[in-house]
């Protein structure tokens, strides 16, 4: 699944290892994410939605892998 | 340059990641001491077990430091089990069938030769490592 947790987390000037913080997941799960090789699951995707303040479907894009 | 602490998750994952790299490590070296016992390797083989099981039971433990460790498991644990069942189901079926079809044009009659028992453990930690391996290098799905 394509995402925009990349250019999101950029956007914002955080690491990776920030953004691990923030979600309470660990820095190898965010890189595993951005770079479509994990699937968040239904919490993480919320908690990511509601960190971004932004709807999960203008995260992640299920339609194109 | 500054660091920031690691969190007590990210110290797990990294167990669990450091973990993964040992028992791989000692699986290779314990089958290489099984195929080559008279070899250094074969001398400390009981090391290597005890370090293949140690690894391992840290892995077990910090399976699900993370949601993403908790997927690779997943993915080698489900394809070490199919890998594991179809080898100790169909490995025998395989060899009986052939045997039977030999013994039917020969007239020699052929016992089992291929000891599923003895190298199911090996073929089960080398799928698990294997899929273990794939998921970290192509995704979990």
Known sequence: MK???????????????????QLDVSR???????TGKHDPS????????RLFDMPIED???DEHD | MSSTPLSQRERRVRRHNIASLL????????????????????????LLALALLATIIVMFRTRNADEYTAALWRVGTSIAFVITVVFLLMVPFAEGFVDGFMEAHTGEARG?????????????????????AWARLRGTM
Request: proline letters at 6%; aromatic letters at 14%.
């Open chain 1, 3 to 21: 995402n925009r947790l990349r250019v999101l987390r950029a956007e914002r000037e955080w690491s990776q290892a920030e953004l691990a913080v």
């Open chain 1, 28 to 34: 190898q799960a965010v890189n595993a994410i951005e």
């Open chain 1, 42 to 49: 239904l919490p993480l995707a919320f908690r990511i939605a």
């Open chain 1, 59 to 61: 995260i992640f894009d």
């Open chain 2, 23 to 46: 028992a791989f490590l000692a699986y290779l070296a314990f089958i290489a001491a099984k195929y080559f016992p008279a070899s250094f390797l074969g001398d400390i083989s009981p």
């Open chain 2, 112 to 132: 089992q030769d291929l000891p599923t028992s003895t190298h199911a453990l090996p073929i089960t930690l080398g799928s698990f490592f294997l899929a273990n």
